[in-house]
């Protein structure tokens, strides 16, 4: 727990395929001067003066219902964000070191609502249902809008992904307005398509403002607005009842690999949508916060 005068923490690092998180244990409530201070949290996740990530995520007990935990995401820019994939599953898997989990299943409340989460012990992945609104917009030809959680904008490139300068035209997209439902911009990911039918994702986050190594609500975007115009071209010119049960797809990401799965159909649209990945326990240590 924190001492309320020398203001040192624990805690604990995470990263799913390479988005770094900072883990705080507050099922005692002893970080709330950690999570109402945008500038503890800015300073925690410096990578140069302090400890480094592209996040935070407080782990507390809910006031009430039958939920395991409650996952608070931090942006590393100080401010809470909405969902985050990658750090939902993180969450998971320290809920899981915390002993707050039975038969490595969780029900957990998160930025925007309740998600159930599977701990796969043999494979060392955790499996994180999304709440999908389902509603996707078509920008222009190549470009589409959707929220999983998190406003993402996917823009579909033929060739040259690796080449492309992500954060400047990320930042441009993300800042440019065209948005104003969103607080805060848009997420912008540039896919390119795969040989064997997975997809190639660059991502740039707003609240980090710059493209980090993965993305998962990012990645879920990219893999159900692929889905959907590939619905679009060929299933549902062929029927308009037609199924796709436990469908998956690869997303390669900067830091390693990801997996969506997901049931559609053309009536009901996406279900079942889950976030599949890695989220490893890197180490754990104490930090002292500046004086404030």
Request: negative net charge; charged residues 20%; contains cysteine.
């Amino acid at each position: 727990m924190a001492s309320t005068h020398s203001r040192i923490i624990s805690f604990h690092k995470y990263q799913g395929a390479g988005n770094d998180f900072i883990l705080l244990d507050n099922t005692k409530g002893g970080y709330a001067f950690i999570c109402s201070s945008p500038e503890y949290i800015r300073e925690i996740c410096h990578r140069r003066f302090g400890v480094g990530a592209d996040g935070l995520i407080a782990i507390s007990k809910p006031a009430a219902g039958c939920y395991d935990f409650r996952m608070t995401y931090y942006n590393c820019d100080g401010f809470e964000g909405s969902m985050c994939g990658n750090g939902a599953r993180c969450a998971v898997s320290f809920a899981r070191q915390l002993g707050l989990l039975q038969y490595n299943e969780a029900r957990f409340l998160a930025y925007d609502g309740v998600h159930f989460a599977i701990y796969d012990e043999l494979h060392a992945n955790v499996h994180v249902k999304m709440n999908i609104d389902g509603k996707i917009t078509k920008l222009d030809e190549t470009s589409y809008f959707v929220d999983t959680g998190s406003p993402h904008v996917v823009r579909f490139v033929a060739e040259g992904l690796d080449e492309l300068n992500v954060e400047v035209l990320g930042r441009q997209i993300c800042d440019s307005g065209a948005f104003p439902s969103t607080s805060g911009g848009v997420n912008v990911n540039f896919v390119q398509l795969d040989q064997d039918d997975g997809l190639q994702i660059r991502t740039y986050e707003r609240g980090v403002g710059a493209e980090t190594y993965a993305c998962g609500t990012g990645s879920v975007a990219a893999a159900l607005v692929h889905a959907h115009r590939a619905s679009s071209t060929v299933a549902m010119t062929m029927c308009n009842r037609c199924v796709w049960n436990a469908r998956h797809t690869h997303v390669k990401v900067k830091g390693g690999e990801l997996s969506v799965a997901f049931d559609w159909n053309a009536e009901q649209g996406f279900s079942e949508v889950y976030l599949v990945g890695p989220a490893q326990y890197v180490y754990s240590g104490t930090y002292t916060c500046k004086d404030r």
